[in-house]
């Protein structure tokens, strides 16, 4: 399990006076307030004291600084200083199965969820992608999902209010590597700081749905202004989630949050970082890999095509390249085979198949010389069209081995000839582009 001390990475903060169980925290400073939001600051995680617990922001003893959260709570209900977050997106997913949630639970994400669940009564499963929010908006999400029937499964994380909703699913699903994340409720100052409040209300909703007690102790006892993230193992054993599942299980919904073609294209950069040093060749992959989200098509399948036509376009590339690029490249791919060969004979073969320095550059964990490589190759007008059945079969990671230290044995005249005949297995002109693979 792990104990994230410090909340602010996990979002913004809330638009009204309310109980919030959500992991973001500010401190604001406004005009006559410099005092107060002073003594808000010094005390929160990743500033000064990055270790410290935050639920009591002043660093005071205990009467002053009850007093101080009384008065902190009383200003902000009267002067509303607060800055309304951005509403949660709730849309529909493809073949209206899904329903995609992303974002903080403010006012009214309840409504719009029932509103979109009674225009399409067919829908299935709740994805949910959220830094939490207020605790009425989880607790009727849930209630939602309760009365529905939805399955819920977390694509990525879903921490604080948002895993009330969560728990209500009679099936919770949970990706590999997903988070969930539990801390004790707070109600928000003048100044955005985390003043913990009582937790009966969390404790019976977390009860209610089946939970652990031990294990709702623990996540309540975490301070407001920490987030427990336990272990999936453990989720399984408390019951918080009924399977962990890998990411071809469900449609993909690494776009929930910004499906825009920017939103698309910084997708693709997270996946294959390497492509940075070839821009030219984002947007076409971005666009084929927001077609297949808005398609339903699962995570594990998105992120394989656009490793194929990655590698592919690369290996085009490379075909055209200069001598000098095409024999770095020869070497790149030969060391990352003689890596690959003792724990994973396939991935050796298919990096010697594809000349794939996308695949070979993650066995050799290079970032430096193989971007440049990519960059080098003119990989750009190579990215599209991309046939889903171009891929050389492999003949196996000996044989492969063997043919790049025959053409890189030879002279550097003869050399990049034939290190390009072995790239060119891939590089064969493409009548049609296929949209999906």
């Known amino acids: 399990m792990a104990t994230r001390t410090g909340t602010a990475r996990w979002g913004g903060r809330l638009g009204r006076l309310g109980r919030i169980l959500g992991a973001g925290t500010a401190c604001l400073t406004g005009a006559g307030c410099l005092t107060f939001a002073t003594l808000a600051c010094l005390d929160r995680p990743g500033m000064n004291n990055p270790g410290m ?68 009564p067919r829908a299935e499963r709740l994805h949910l992608t959220s830094e939490g929010g207020l605790v009425e908006e989880g607790q009727a999400l849930g209630d939602l999902v309760a009365a529905r029937g939805l399955a819920t499964y977390v694509p990525d994380y879903c921490v604080s209010a948002c895993t009330l909703a969560f728990v209500r699913g009679p099936r919770r699903f949970l990706v590999e590597g997903g988070r969930l994340g539990f801390h004790a409720p707070y109600e928000a100052g003048l100044f955005g700081q985390a003043i913990q409040v009582d937790g009966t209300f969390e404790r019976a909703a977390y009860l209610a749905a089946g939970l652990d007690p031990a294990f709702v102790t623990e996540a309540l006892a975490t301070a407001s202004a920490d987030l427990w993230v336990p272990e999936a193992g453990r989720l399984l054993a408390a019951r918080v989630v009924t399977e962990i599942v890998d990411t071809g299980r469900f449609p993909d919904s690494t776009l929930d949050d910004d499906a825009s073609p920017a939103g698309a294209r910084a997708a693709v950069l997270r996946t294959l970082p390497l492509l940075a040093a070839a821009p030219g060749a984002v947007d076409g992959l971005a666009a084929w890999y927001a077609d297949a989200y808005r398609d339903g098509r699962p995570e594990a399948e998105s992120v394989a095509g656009l490793r194929r036509r990655a590698a592919l376009g690369v290996a085009r590339g490379l075909a055209r390249a200069d001598d000098p690029t095409v024999l770095a490249a020869g070497r790149v791919l030969l060391r990352a085979m003689l890596a690959a060969r003792t724990e994973d004979r396939d991935a050796c073969a298919r990096i010697g198949a594809g000349a794939d320095l996308v695949e070979a550059g993650e066995v050799l964990a290079d970032a430096t010389e193989v971007p440049a490589l990519v960059a080098r190759t003119g990989l750009a007008p190579w990215i599209e069209p991309v046939s889903d059945a171009a891929a050389a079969a492999p003949r196996g990671c000996t044989a492969e081995i063997h043919a790049y230290a025959r053409a890189l044995g030879k002279p550097p005249a003869e050399a990049a000839p034939a290190l390009r005949a072995l790239a060119a297995r891939v590089a064969r002109p493409v009548r049609a582009a296929s949209a999906l693979p």
């Open 53 to 120: 617990n935050t639920s009591v922001s002043t660093g005071l003893g205990p009467v002053m600084s009850a007093a101080y959260a009384a008065v902190s709570l009383r200003l902000e209900e009267r002067f509303g200083t607060q800055t309304p977050a951005a509403p949660a997106r709730v849309v529909l997913g493809p073949h209206g199965r899904d329903i995609r949630l992303s974002g903080e639970l403010g006012e009214g994400t309840a409504e719009r969820l029932r509103a979109l669940l009674d225009a399409n």
